[in-house]
């Protein structure tokens, strides 16, 4: 089993940055491909992006592509994403996820955190 906790959300005006963390628990956090996804005020739960269990390959959403980054150190249990150029319509609830296998699909991540909320005001 496996519980991921977020952090880092808050409020920031439009260009601003912000860098999330999920701190995982359970010894297997090196083994899982870890997800970021959102959920936006009315809109469906969307992938943001992804990080092999090694660190060495990405993936991300045209949205976010070149503007956030993801990465993740393996000694402390914990990934990162770190959101630059903000853009109003990056406001959402985050939510980091586990998976098997590099994937960008919700029903293939099998532990999710309580998200943490992002809101980017114009």
């Known amino acids: 089993q496996v519980q991921l906790v977020e952090s880092g959300g808050g409020l920031v005006q439009a260009g601003g940055s912000l860098r999330l963390s999920c701190a995982a628990s359970?010894?297997?956090?090196?083994?899982?491909?870890m997800g970021w996804f959102r959920q936006g005020p009315g809109k469906e739960r969307e992938f943001v992006g992804r990080i092999s269990w090694s660190g060495v390959s990405t993936y991300y959403a045209d949205s976010v592509k070149g503007r956030f980054t993801i990465s993740r150190d393996n000694a402390k249990n914990t990934v990162y994403l770190q959101m630059n150029s903000l853009k109003p319509e990056d406001t959402a609830v985050y939510y980091c996820?586990?998976?098997?296998?590099?994937?960008?699909?919700?029903?293939?991540?099998?532990?999710w955190g309580q998200g943490t909320r992002v809101t980017v005001s114009s």
């Open positions: 996820a586990t998976s098997g296998h590099d994937s960008t699909l919700n029903h293939e991540y099998s532990y």
């Open positions: 359970g010894r297997a956090f090196s083994s899982y491909t």
